[in-house]
């Protein structure tokens, strides 16, 4: 997979006030908190037993992937964290060397990096990657782009499809946007909030509504040919009662599919 070596016009001072408290909120060139490298070994363990990842979002790639799926697809995972979709694209037969794996935090990669040395990793905030145009027949990113300012994830859609050869698919998931708000009154309240986590770091993300979603992607030259708000799927789901109910009353994520045009 070629990278466009162009120079990267993203900032470039460093928070050097601080320096010595990298493992309690690491930042990046652009002061956006990253994962550490503990964070990194937390979120490791905790995807392995996620419920969501496992009757969730890894039961509606493996549907809407595997069919698309051959011998010479060329696929970016943006936001591949430790690697979790990176495993999901090697069981469904894409070539290590055709997979490319992008992450901002470099603790994340250096996970993934040991676990799949045959793929290709390379740390960038999205919005600022470069690839060449036409150089991807596929782009997959499982909640990440909830993380994005409208701005940022705007470029991030765009660069997708100038990425992506005609035809080329673009599959994405992220937090259902209603579950950023508590209730109605709130929809349209998009300023940016924060969030612990169970691996430890606290989140930043910039709630979209649906239509900020659809309608980036119907914008940047796709057509949309799926929007799926998933529940828990496959018999063993339900041995754990709590999250069942959890996951399967009210709507938790959006997963979009999309064709360019
Ligand atoms: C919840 S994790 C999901 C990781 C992986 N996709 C998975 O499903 O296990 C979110 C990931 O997005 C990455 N991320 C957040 N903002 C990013 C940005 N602006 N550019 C690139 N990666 C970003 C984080 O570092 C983290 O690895």
Redesign the pocket.
Known sequence: MELDKSPNKGCTHRPHFLRGFSDLFCY?SCM?I??SRSQ?AK?KKF?KN?YS?KFL?SRTLIKYLKPLISSNTKVL?????????VKLLLDLGVKPKNILG????PY?LEIARKSYPKVQFV???????KLKSKSLNMVV????LQ??NHR?FRI?IQNFSKWLVRGGHLLF?VVHPLRFTSNYSEYFNNKAQSEG?PWG?K?EYYPKRLSDYLNVVINSGFVITSVEEPKPQGKEAKIYPDEYKKYSTKPTRLVVMASKK
């Open positions: 990046n956006k990253i994962y990194s979120y995807i996620s990842w979002e995972d943006a936001g591949c964290g430790t690697g979790s979709l992008n992450d901002i935090s994340m740390q960038a905030n999205l919005p600022e990657l990113s499982s909640m990440v993380f994005l940022d991030t998931i986590t770091t989140i």
